[in-house]
């Protein structure tokens, strides 16, 4: 076996690995979300579990999420492809120990400052004290899971730099479970607040579920910040312009909060369900394909092995696309019906119903680019290029901030819902994103190229145009039955054209994932 078709294959077998858990992941969260729908709906008190939530993502998305592990994966593996194990510990160490202090400070902060944030930052729009309140106190218990999310992430990091997928694709299976749990048994006593004991429980067992697998690769925890150690440095410099990316990004997601809390009730909560339930088949695809090429495509360019990178980029970035396009016209086609079968019941009625599937048609379009975008960015962190990522996701934060506000207000004068146009701006922002990421990529070191994808492309997009003629012509025969009928047989029929149509046309991508799959039940 060549050393390029063993770099592909690995990433194959580890996709596989940890698109099947992830795709556990996130089918219990589907589950959450349904439990969660059913308890609040899209209620006034949900609205203000989903205000409270914001900030303390920011913080662990900013601090320690994508940005310390594009920073931190890289690094740790060159102490390891050097063979010096003792430097990656302390490196791991190090940096555990700044995340401890950096994180319990604004924590801290946070706490003290909420009730100001919440009326001044977060939710201006909110008028009922009593959801002010609300949202201010569930806000306080939601920074103890930053805090604990922080140092899980970074396990996940030394986990997937070792090639180890197993145990942090498993951690949010676990963290899931719980939230379930907060939901299902406390949610009727405690309302709101159940829902977030659910989450700092689960925070604490997503970490402490990846701690066996520490112990096998020889951990050593030092209690030192080793400020002038180089990879602690290489690590902060790094970090660095990624956090301001990812703020810019994560600052998207507050100003739609702020936006949000001036509409009507619900507008937030619709935004929410709709935003997840596309993330869904991005999470499976797009983040599992990207957790497990990451660690490869490091190696690679630490090697300088430019050849195996383009075919390694390639490969996951071809398969990314074929499976997320047919994704988002099923999406876009079929979203109605898998929310009544989803959602609606209980507290979730047909207006909930209706807000998330004007926020759900609207987010989809931006389907396809945010899983490139996953593949993309890891491209350029393995090069250790975090500027560029940064720069062009802050304009992308500019186009939506502006955009957002702009939809917001045509959607309203044009008699749709003002939610909507939040939604879409998303998209556009989104897909601005895309188009630039990939047009540098092509200056890098290495010379990524998209041309290698076109043959295939062309293929799929035939492929989904079939596949979208099949749904149209489903909906038309099954119109006005039961969406319990609808969903399923559109799901199952679409799915089934598209791998007809992509064998017709000789694709290998069918070929190859219903290969890992039955090797997966073989096992």
């Known amino acids: 076996m060549t050393i390029r078709a063993a770099n592909v294959k690995t990433i194959a077998r580890a996709a596989s690995l940890v698109m099947i858990l992830i795709a556990l992941s996130r089918v219990l969260g589907l589950v959450r979300d349904v439990v969660v729908a059913s308890q609040f709906g899209t209620s006034l008190e949900y ?28 690094t740790f593996t060159d102490y390891l492809t050097r063979g010096d ?24 902060i946070t ?71 907060g939901a299902w048994f406390l949610g009727p006593v405690w309302g709101v607040k159940g829902l977030a004991a659910g989450v700092v429980v689960g925070s604490l067992m997503h970490l402490l579920v990846q701690v066996p697998g520490l112990a096998r690769f020889g951990a050593r925890y030092l209690p030192t910040f080793a400020p002038t150690d180089p990879g602690v440095r290489q690590v902060a410099r790094l970090m660095a312009p990624r956090m301001l990316g990812l703020a810019a990004i994560r600052l998207n997601f507050i100003w739609d909060t702020f936006l949000a809390s001036w509409l009507s009730h619900g507008s937030l909560a619709g935004l929410d369900y709709g935003w997840r339930l596309m993330l869904l088949p991005q999470g499976i695809i797009a983040q599992s394909m990207a957790a497990a090429a990451f660690p490869t495509f490091s190696a690679l360019a630490a090697r300088q092995a430019w050849d195996d990178l383009q075919r390694a980029f390639t490969a996951t970035l071809r398969g990314v696309l074929y499976l997320s396009i047919p994704a988002a016209i099923g999406l876009l086609m079929l979203g109605r019906p898998i929310i009544q079968v989803l959602y609606q019941r209980n507290a979730f009625d047909e207006a909930s119903t209706t807000a998330t599937v004007w926020a759900l048609t609207f987010y989809t379009l931006g389907l396809v680019a945010h899983s490139a975008v996953e593949i993309l960015t890891r491209a350029f962190y393995a090069l250790k290029n975090t500027r560029t990522p940064v720069m062009i996701g802050v304009v992308a934060m500019g186009a939506n901030i502006a955009l957002s506000w702009t939809l917001l207000t045509l959607f309203r004068w044009g008699g749709l819902p003002p939610h909507a146009g939040i939604a879409f701006a998303s998209s556009i922002a989104v897909v601005l994103e895309t188009a630039w990421l990939m047009r540098r990529l092509r200056q890098l070191p290495g010379t990524l190229s998209m041309l290698p994808l076109m043959p295939a492309l062309g293929k799929m997009l035939l492929s989904d145009g079939g596949m979208a003629l099949w749904l149209w012509g489903m909906l038309w025969a099954l119109a006005g039955l039961s969406p319990w009928i ?36 073989g096992r």
């Open 111 to 181: 706490a003290i400052f909420a009730p100001q944030l919440v009326r001044t930052v977060i939710a201006p729009g909110f008028t009922d004290p009593a959801q002010i309140v609300l949202t201010t106190e569930i806000m306080r218990w939601l920074m103890i899971s930053t805090v604990i999310f922080g140092i899980s992430g970074l396990l996940m990091g030394i986990l997937n730099a070792h090639q180890h997928f197993l145990l942090p694709a498993l951690a949010p299976v676990v963290y899931n479970l719980l939230i379930i749990a």
């Open 486 to 521: 609808v969903a399923p047989v559109g799901i199952v029929s679409g799915a089934g054209i598209y791998g007809i149509l992509s064998l017709g046309l000789r694709m290998d991508e069918p070929v190859m994932v219903a290969r890992k799959i039955m090797d997966r039940l």
């Open 47 to 74: 609205d203000a579990y989903l205000a409270a939530f914001k900030l303390p993502d920011l913080l662990f998305n900013v601090i320690s999420g994508g940005a310390l592990g594009s920073a931190f994966i890289p």
């Open 85 to 108: 194990k003792a430097g990656a510990w302390r490196l791991a160490s190090a940096v555990i120990n700044w995340l401890l202090v950096i994180l319990s400070g604004f924590a801290a």
